[in-house]
């Protein structure tokens, strides 16, 4: 069972949607919310070295700034699970920058039943990394 997230995302009250449709599905996680990697490095720099069953949520990230931020979150931990929301024109860039899957927003709220989906493939999804 996942038991905490990291919320990267710009804007406050995206960063509120998302915790608040999490606390929903995962009553018992600790949430962590974060306006941009260099306030979450020292959070990832902490996880222990499985992944500590955490996902990271990424969130309104510029294009261009959104693949190095995944790249980055990738480079400090390789399994742990990396969840990239936005725009489906850049799904691929996100995917392809290191993250364990995409969500579009306008699929945002299915994104507690995901998360449970992914969680019995944990180790095989996040083995991948950007090299």
Same mark, same amino acid.
């Given at each position: 069972?996942?038991?905490?997230? *990291? =919320?990267?995302?710009?804007?406050?009250?995206? @960063?509120? &949607? /998302?915790?608040? #449709? +999490?606390?929903?599905?995962?009553?018992?996680?600790?949430?962590?919310?974060?306006?941009?990697?260099?306030?979450?490095?020292?959070?990832?720099?902490?996880?222990?070295?499985?992944?500590?069953?955490?996902?990271?949520?990424?969130?309104?990230?510029?294009?261009?700034?959104?693949?190095? *931020? =995944?790249?980055?979150?990738?480079?400090?931990? @390789?399994? &742990? /699970?990396?969840? #990239? +929301?936005?725009?489906?024109?850049?799904?691929?860039?996100?995917?392809?920058?290191?993250?364990?899957?995409?969500?579009?927003?306008?699929?945002?709220?299915?994104?507690?039943?995901?998360?449970?989906?992914?969680?019995?493939?944990?180790?095989?999804?996040?083995?991948?990394?950007?090299?």
């Amino acid at each position: 069972m996942v038991r905490q997230f *990291l =919320i990267i995302d710009d804007n406050r009250d995206g @960063r509120f &949607v /998302l915790s608040r #449709a +999490l606390f929903q599905k995962y009553r018992s996680a600790t949430l962590h919310e974060f306006r941009d990697l260099a306030a979450a490095r020292e959070s990832l720099e902490k996880l222990p070295l499985d992944g500590g069953q955490t996902v990271v949520l990424l969130h309104r990230t510029p294009q261009l700034e959104g693949a190095a *931020l =995944i790249r980055s979150v990738r480079a400090l931990h @390789r399994r &742990v /699970l990396i969840v #990239a +929301l936005g725009d489906p024109a850049i799904a691929g860039q996100a995917i392809e920058a290191g993250a364990t899957c995409f969500l579009e927003y306008a699929a945002w709220l299915r994104l507690g039943p995901m998360i449970k989906d992914l969680e019995g493939t944990q180790p095989n999804l996040t083995e991948k990394s950007s090299s």
